[in-house]
């Protein structure tokens, strides 16, 4: 029966209580009575505790409990400055984090550095293994050797002992009685000014002036990005394995050989100290190569730890169960249900996969209790909200929600709701919230692609066709990135798979993987995709289907040189798809279009369908499109010997796209910008900018290639600026360009410096006198119409005007014109 943890028994039954506690503690509890023994002898320096006849004899004369460290304590050394700083103005620090993530080491360590500081000592509560949270007052009192001899309360002793002393306790393992802990520090706090307390716990104490630590997990390398052996001491999960692994196995060392499994493992194992250690000690029987290959069944795998250590950390499984049995029932329920998603998720995500059966609104504030308990991360990045899960927590949820038999619901329902979503993206992508769209999929690819794989991972028509929608709807997404090859490979797999039949969805992921076959060069994938398409609208024609196989055709003819044909097939994409005017793969049909007959020197044309699709973008607020508009109006301003007016365009085309930040994009504006530069005379720039066009950081080098071979004016600008500076100066300026990241390409092509790059897009040229007059009338809410009235000009110049304004501005409304207009006012 549970008591009051305020409550004192009997006499007796506390010392009986105080005995088996530090027995249950082992030695570092069991010194410090020790120490209570010895400090009696002299209670002639301390007046006995009024009320008590042998109350405590305390700390004093005593450095305090802690116990010596047994093996090499690596990294932190950001965690221990953070804690002395706060330690100089907070009275109780907490360190919070997950189980395993070595919240008690880092406290320890804290606290031996700062025991110069506490004349009394530094002392160790150690409370993992005591379950009475009544008993809390007397495991605190016992490790600090006050003694139980006549009746009272044993609190009051306690406050009144600690009253004058510089004491700093180390409440360790607070979690499983929190609310207890927490009751008893504010009041201990309260009435003993001198008093510092260090706690652990997987939550915080949440109470009064408590500074919290989170503790994150070690640093690991990506696992995408091996790093060479000599910069694997900076990652201190790596220096973890490799100290204990050398303990097991003496003269083990990082080399070459193992560095690549040393590190997966590291990042497998989300960095946790706990889980690293477990793993090293198997080194003893295995290689880092065969750890690697079993850690898919980690809690198998990692269940060898010290023979001395808590309980729950001698396994990975008993340590991850000691923070499932401390969560509520619902905590427990929604903690499995979330390990359906991949990484990350969001907010309206986990209600509408996660919520079912759940109190309304309740999901919000589970998700916050898990949170708060350290099963999930919050993560913030520009405003948005994200709750990550380390790997270890996820696999431990995935079994709980197997053994609940809702896993299969929930992957259905984490399937459909990535399906809405990437159709949502696709329908809204012509509109000003396409930046959105393009980071909300940039955030939820591992989720995608979890959604992908669940699709091909079901026999069923429905699971085959949301798989066809899904990889279609990405294909613009993909394309934006430079991701052809990704693309391509889901687009592959879910029409390989045996239900995937229904021919609307079909013939849609049929174009789509021409759209990234094509660009790779690969003609003959095209052609039997293209003729799988043909046979298929036979059975179900409709202008949507035969304008989807146009454009495919149309983009097929384009990237195999054959512009004229593209030209052909692309009008009649256009006119098939035209019934809807603002959608994507009408405007995409139009762009290339327009494409196809600048490349075969048709600027008639070319300008006419760019203006075209420069009038729809702007009105939808769309900005990769008229990105692509902007350049191609500037390489027709080129052409017609109109070269500042060509900068400006080719410029305003960067600057536009810095927010949606497409590399393909960057890289053709990049290319044109070279050709104007050339013709300038500034051929050492022109080689840089192509340098830049062809950069590391365009995705995939078939796409390299096709910049190559797509444009007619490649070869003429590299051929006159070789010719113009001689082979050795163009190639150190082609591969200066080459070795610059997008931002710096661009903020070189840009005229600012690196670190203003990201500034670029909202340090736009200066307007002239005229544009100023125009902006301010657009500002008063006057039409191009009155505004030509007002300042006497052909209303065609004051449209003009006003398309100048937003392209230097990188604007896309006049609204956002006169914003700008009373900002300069206010600054002015």
Known sequence: MSRDPDERPSAAGVGESVRQVQQRQGVAVGEAGRQSDSIVEHRDREPAVEGRRSSAAGAEGSGGNLPFELTSFVGRRTELSAVKNLLSTSRLITFTGVGGVGKTRLALRAASQARRDFADGVWLVELAEVSDAALLVDVVAATLGLRDAAPGPLRDVLVKFLGAREI???????????????????ALLRTCPELRILATSREALNIAGEAVLRVAPLTVPDQDREPALTRLPRFDAVTLFA????????????????????????ARLDGLPLAIELAAARMRAMSPEQILQRLDDRYALLTRGSRTAPTRQQTLRWCVDWGYELCAPDEQRLWARLSVFAVSCELDAVEQVCGVGLAPHSSLDVLSALVDKSILIREESDTIVRFRMLETMRDYGRQKLRESGEDTELRRRHRDWYQQLALDAQAGWISDRQPYWIARLERELPNLREALECCLSE??????????????????FWILRGMYGEGRTWLDRVLAHPGAQSIPDRIGALRAACEVAAPQGDFPATAALLEEGRRLAQQASTPAIQGQLAYATGITA?????????SSALERAVDLLGSNQTGELYISALTILAWSYELRGHMVPATEHYRRVLTITEAQGELLYRSAALRGLGVSAWLQGERDRAQRLLEAALRINRRPNSPVFTAFSLEALAWTTADQGDTERAAVLMGAAQGKWLVGSSVRAVLRNMSRFHEECERTTRQTLGTRRFDGAFREGGEMSMDA???????????DAAAAAGAPAKLTKRERQVAALIAQGLTNKQIAAELVIAQRTAEGHVEHILTKLGFNSRAQIAAWTADQTEEH
């Open 745 to 755: 390409a661009i903020a070189y092509a840009l005229g600012v410096q690196p670190a």
């Open 243 to 266: 100290d204990r692994a050398a303990a097991a196995v003496p003269g083990f060392e990082l080399d070459e050989h193992n560095k690549a499994a040393v590190t997966r493992i590291c």
């Open 459 to 476: 026999d069923t028509d429905e699971a085959a066709a949301a798989g066809l929608r899904i990889a279609a709807a990405l294909h613009e």
């Open 558 to 566: 384009l990237a195999s040189g054959a512009a004229a044909d593209a």
């Open 168 to 186: 700093l306790l180390v409440l360790d393992n607070c979690e499983h009685m929190v609310e207890a802990v927490a009751k008893l520090t504010e």
